[in-house]
């Protein structure tokens, strides 16, 4: 187990290496830079602001400078958002992000998973049909028709719930909801193969004809089976959430790490880019090495072809 | 063990005829997959024969008739430019559709010749091309997309290589899981012994072994793909105007969604309808491709 | 199995039904606002700085003329110059030499008084070479200002036009007689700075610190920074030292920068904000229809328009520039696509900015358009133009034009449009290289005088960016400029205006008006040209429906 751990985060390094590499050279390979504006700056101004920023080293050494710095854990200033910190910034919002995802993933729990288990437990019923059926519906409805509807039937008409921002706790429940939905469709989904397919296992038929309680087998056996594959599908869906959330972000106008990016990436603010890129892909390293981890231990067979 | 002998010279391509025949006959009595190809086949024939029954173009304006409701003359109604919706759904679902067919092709292209390769070379060679796709797992891959859109201009071209590329990870592991078995099996050792060269031994005896699976992927990668063009329209990463595809459409209905109810109606059962039939094809095809794997 | 059921099943419940039951009390924003006279105003977008010697934006005014005052205030209802941190001023005989007193209970935040040497520092700091400061050409009408600017000289070498007499008087010397001279003084650029807090965070000469941050800011106008949480809120508070504190009836103004105008409208209709930026177009009918009492149209200082690039083909032409100026029916745009009420656009100067009026350069003429065009193919010998390439940065708003213009091109001159969104940045810089054939464009006026939009046409501006160049344009604004008399200026602008109708470098294409929603609580708010409203003069009174 140790061996295991210690060589995923020695590959983790040069992942991240080439990631944040790549990154660099991707952004400023674009056409366009962080000071240009629709009221034309005169040239000595914008040679100025860029040699505050060190935009005016040769690319190479200002690679070099980024990567010394980012050793240090030092990832900048902001360019756009003059006298903050890029570290300030995902400091601000990634917390945001991680309880819209974390609600969403519960959400998806505490739906997706007793729908899925119980689909499976009445194969071939209405239990089975409907909410797998309302389960794809979910899957084939994007976000930004969805959180609309919320909003419009919650919001507007209804007047119940916020229609935006992030200031109380009764702001968590239309963006969780709208983002949750989704992924406890997958979830019911995931969770009724898994137990199928467990259940027709020959240990579980044994368990059965030892006399074990339906209940113990469906707790022992079955649900172990049953969670593997949601498991194996959270690590990515998680990751999934946290960095695809910026249309809930969008929509319910949440100062999430999403928003950040794209609004960075959209201003060429590198330095922010550069920071939530390696920020994400940090997030992702990590908790794939989780998801293994778990799935090691629900699954012993897995464990052997490590 | 006795059965997976059994089963691989079964899959040699010389039984070959009968798998398909079984797998065909599987794949018909799944009513809802049937259904669900039935379907799709309508909503492609409507995206690409639909315009031919409109007396109106996709771009074409009329400022007089704005905000329209389905009526005789506009069937699905018009937009906020009084362009007509039918005519601009069924072009939408000519680009979707496209987009999806599109990127999916690229990332099976990649994805299965990496694995097959990675599969069959085995050995370091293997191992390091398989360490790379866990590296490029660590990618934050939605984020990069957007990063590519949005730095490098919105070609139609880019749009479906970008999207393309996202998604044949997957693909590579699930060919190099499946080569890895096949290269174990008698009818492959018998075609060295042969003296048959690996390019022949890959594409002649391998590949073809690998269609359920490549199939079955295929189709549950565009409804994902379809999905990640729409949340891209949403950015306004997506298509250019005037041309549209469904999410653009759903996008700019869902604004006014108060208003002009239809605008997002007919796009978005139309988009809905289409990853609705892919899963279910997919996973029809899944199960009648995959002996294993558990009937419903 | 059903134990798991019914207990995950009871816990969704119980939690959705507390919610609403939580939320079903709660009293909106707006509602809660008459008691706590807090104003929530949408900014539409978060402000780059709020150093008002480095903002270049709307969102940033609307912050910093809350938390800062110029020597002058605005009127809140013409925008005309009002005593601000000076109580009074005189102008010398020559018109070149503006001497303000400041008032003596003028003071910063923390209780230290306004004085004449805070706005020599102020000026200088934004003039330094290193701040990088765009704006900072505004100050260049005060004499030597811009041999300063440029780094010519140093500061005591360049002997800039700007003296403290003594703590409360400021003589400020003009390089030419400036008639808007005063109207300029609204513009943040000439805003003061707290001379001890930019030096404490060694931010006289560079960029990037945190002395805007809340806790450090130090203004001197009548709201004081209480929080900045970046794309979320930025909160605003009453500052008791503010010499006009007892007018000022709002207790508090929280700014909300929220990007998209559906998200603003769905926070206005549940009562969150009480004024929005802007109204999508497409909702405006709508909104006109449902909520007339909501939706205000109100004349706005700018001008959209394209930019021909007169140095390539086929807009090289004089021609084909004039076909497709004449050929776009500019009230049908307005009427059908834009629907809020906005003036088509004859010439490029708003009408009656500052007093002037400019007579229409042309109109609508696709027989004469179609006429100027098949002259053109004839000459060159062509049966039909090339395609050719509009770019516009992404927005709806553009696209819907464009596909209009498009459409419009094409049915009057038979000529194809290929339409190019670009990313802001990408657009930009396309645009400042030159590397474009139609683009579009729109300008915003900095003050209320029609100079602030013609001198974009002047050779090499900066902003020209068309190529276009011409020597008695040059010298009719240059005069323009000098002149005193406000007859002669006009006569001036016009001839500016006459020559660019008869070279059309650009096309305009309509005058600005500015669409938003205003909840009827909203008091003391007025329409004004540059969408100015002094908060001080704001305050929440009326019924709130529920």
Redesign the interface.
Known sequence: MKNFFISRLLQAIPTLFVIATLTFFMTRFAPGGPFDSDKAIPEEIKIKLQSHFGLNLPLFDQYLLYMKNLLAGDLGPSFKYVGWDVSELIQLAFPVSLSLGVSALLIALLIGLPAGMLAALRKNTWWDYLPMGIAMVGICLPSFVLGPILIMVFATKLKLLPALGWYSWTDLILPSLTLGLFYAAYVARLTRAGMLETLKQDYVRTARAKGASPGRVLVKHAMRGGLLPVVTYLGPAFAGLVSGSFIIESIFFIPGLGKFFVTAAFNRDYTVVLGTVLFYATLIIILNLLVDFLQAWLDPKAREQR | MAGSESEGAAMSTKAGASLTRDAWIRLRSNRMALVSLILLALVVAFSFIGPLFCEYQYDEQNLDEQFLGPSKQHWFGTDSLGRDLFARTSYGGRISLAVGLLATSVSLLIGVTYGMVAGYVGGKTDAFLMRMVDILYSLPFTIFVILLMVLFGRNFLLLFLAIGAVEWLTMARITRAQTLNLKRAEFIESARALGFSHARILFHHILPNLLGPIIVYATLTVPAVMLLEAALSFLGLGVQAPMASWGSLIKEGAEKMDIAPWLILFPGLFFCLSLFCLNFIGDGLRDALDPKSSKD | ?HF??KK??H??CGL?TF??L???T?PSNVEKALDEQILHFGLGA?P??L?PH?A?SVAAHNILSALLEGLVGEDPKTLKPVPGAAESWKISEDKKTYTFYLRKNAKWHNGDPVTAQDFVYSYRRILT??????Y??MLHVLKNAKSYH??EKTWKEANVGVQAIDERTLELVLENQTPYFLELLNHYSWFPVHPPTIEKFGASE????????PGNFVGNGPFSLREH?????IEVRANPHYWDANLTQLSGIRF?P???A??EE??F??G?LHVTQSV?S??I??LQNKHPEWIHFEPYLGTYYYRFNVKAPPFDDLRVRKALSLSVNRK?LVE??LKGGQLPAYCFTPPDTGGFTASDGFGYDPDQAKKLLNAYLKDHGLTKLPPIELNYN?S?GH??V???L??MWKKALGIEIQ????????????I?KGDYSLARA?WIGDYVDANTFLHLWRSG???N?TGWSNKEYDQALTQAERALNPKDRFTHFQKCEELLASEMPILPLYFYVHVSLRHPSVQGWYPTLLDHHPYKYVYLKGEVAK
């Not at chain 3, 339409?419 to 930009?428: G, H, I, P, Q, Y």
Request: hydrophobic fraction near 35%; aromatic fraction near 10%; charge should be positive.
């Open positions: 199995m798991i059921r995950s099943f816990f969704a959705l919610g609403f939580a939320s079903c709660a978060e780059q700085h150093d480095l270049t070479p290193s701040l990088g400061a765009q900072a050409s440029s780094g560079k960029m990037g610190t945190p002395w805007t941050k949480r970046i794309n979320s809120v909300y929220i990007e998209t559906d998200t769905r926070a209709r549940t969150f999508s497409d909702r009918e709508y049908l059908k696509v992404t709806e696209k819907k464009a596909e209009a498009q459409a339409l190019l969104n670009m990313e802001w940045k990408v657009f930009l810089s396309t400042s729109g501006d900066g902003n960016l």
